[in-house]
């Protein structure tokens, strides 16, 4: 038995997504009550899972920058596009999650913003502002996936912690599936960061070429 509380869904609704690029795609979300954070945390529910196989997973912490904004910053925005085709094309679901900024917030998330032009990178930047360098928990994560009867995963995600903390909290994560790499001029230093101070499994090589020039 897991060792959080049980959430329960409160509501499902089908919605048509639809992105910038022309992909569209017809979901179902499901939001939750008993989450332990009590955030509005919502579940993308896409495709289905063939029998026997196992569910396509993303935890998929909110940025209002990247996600809407289209921020070159970051490479939340293209990660969200390319999760939901790849969970839809296989079956699973897109946890969104709202951690804004690593879970700091929003004005938090741009006054690192302004350290980091100063040249400290993304985490340095969380550390000068007496904030953790990743504020993230994933048990709300977790209760929703139970909620929703998958204990069982492949998970889409280039973060180890992501699946040590859903391994801790009970659930089985199969295989971690590496998204792809989506670099600008802007983001490649903030990329680096990922590998260099969370062992993100992104190519090194490219991204320090990249920051070079």
């Known amino acids: 038995m897991p060792d959080f ?3 329960t869904p409160r509501a499902r609704v089908r919605v048509p997504l639809r992105f910038h690029d022309g992909y569209s ?3 179902e979300l499901v939001t939750f009550h008993g989450l332990t954070d009590g955030q509005e945390h919502v579940a993308v529910v896409l495709g289905d899972p063939a029998p026997g196989t196992t569910p396509l997973v993303r935890l998929h912490s909110e940025c209002l920058t990247g996600d809407v904004f289209g921020s070159a910053r970051c490479d939340c925005g293209p990660q969200l596009r390319e999760a939901v085709e790849r969970i839809a094309e296989r079956g699973g679901v897109l946890l969104y999650l709202r951690q804004e900024g690593r879970g700091i917030g929003l004005y938090n998330k741009l006054d690192a913003y302004a350290l980091q032009d100063q040249g400290l990178d993304t985490y340095a ?10 504020a993230r928990d994933y048990t709300a994560a977790a209760q929703m996936l139970t909620a929703l009867g998958i ?3 492949d998970l889409l995600s ?6 040590d903390q859903l391994r801790g909290l009970g659930i089985d994560v199969h295989d971690r599936v590496p998204t792809g790499v989506f670099t600008t001029p802007h983001n ?10 969370t062992q993100h499994t992104l190519p090194l090589g490219q991204l320090t070429e990249l920051h070079a020039g």
């Not at 280039?158 to 699946?163: E, G, L, S, T, Y």
């Not at 990329?191 to 101070?197: E, G, T, W, Y």
């Open 25 to 27: 795609v017809d979901t």
């Open 125 to 134: 930047a969380n550390t000068a502002l007496g904030l953790p360098e990743d």
């Open 151 to 153: 204990s069982s995963l």
């Open 158 to 163: 280039n973060n180890p912690d992501k699946a």
């Open 188 to 197: 490649v230093r903030y990329l680096r960061a990922k590998v260099l101070q």
């Open 5 to 7: 509380p049980a959430a």
